[in-house]
């Protein structure tokens, strides 16, 4: 399926809301602080049958990102900056910068509203770090430390390619098959998951995926999926969100 291509019926079509970046950008004449994300994730939903939506960070506070999610089928915590490593309780590495305490906030918010009603959520990179620390786990801040490489960052805008095995029985073999070709840009890893279970792993046994157990689709990749032109877990996504909220209480 083409990522321009736009399937299903107006008002059929689940709507699935996008963290966004808010950094300084530039257009037409125009620089100053705008409110951004790369076209290829809403391309994804988009070819995926969803309808993409994006959510700014112009507030933090779980009341409003209640009034969000209640008109979500679906939410994608996207990619980007380190999460701020006080939230899991850990100094600074001096390979830790430019942390969004917005993003941080209002993402977290995000998820936290997203449990209270059992929305399908998709966390992507960064997204599953946040994940992670939403749920008391920790971090490890520069993943060459642990592996003695940087294949999974090769630095600037270059990504590391990495063959990610998945775990049988799992949401994401389900999705991707026993392997994934993946496309990796994250300097940091997952540390520490509780409530979740591992279920892909990158050949210095990284954890590339994981997943809360139950019914409700609630899973985090390290990996840039949209990037790489797969929709599978896109399309795992917007399926979840089209056959309705699991009930509070069913996991």
Known sequence: MSLHSDPGAPGTRPVIGLSTYREEAAWGVWRQRADVLHAEYADAIVAAGGVPVLLPPASGSLASARAVVSRLDGLVISGGADVDPLRYGDEP???????????????????????????????????????????????????????????????ADVFGRLKVRTLEGSRVRDAEGESVEALCHHHQSVRSH????ATAWSPDEIVEAMEAPGDRFYMGVQWHPEMGRDIALFSALVDAASSGRVPQGAL
């Not at 993402?107 to 059992?118: G, H, N, P, R």
């Not at 599953?128 to 999974?152: F, N």
Request: glycine share 10%; proline share 6%.
């Open 93 to 155: 590495h001096e390979r830790t910068t430019a942390w969004r305490e917005d993003r941080d906030a209002w993402e977290l918010a995000l998820l936290s509203a997203a449990d209270e009603i059992q929305l399908p959520v998709l966390g992507v990179c960064r997204g599953m770090q946040l994940m992670a620390v939403a749920a008391g786990g920790a971090l490890d801040q520069h993943t060459p430390d642990v592996v003695g490489h940087e294949e999974h960052s090769p630095g």
């Open 194 to 197: 509780p409530g979740f279970r």
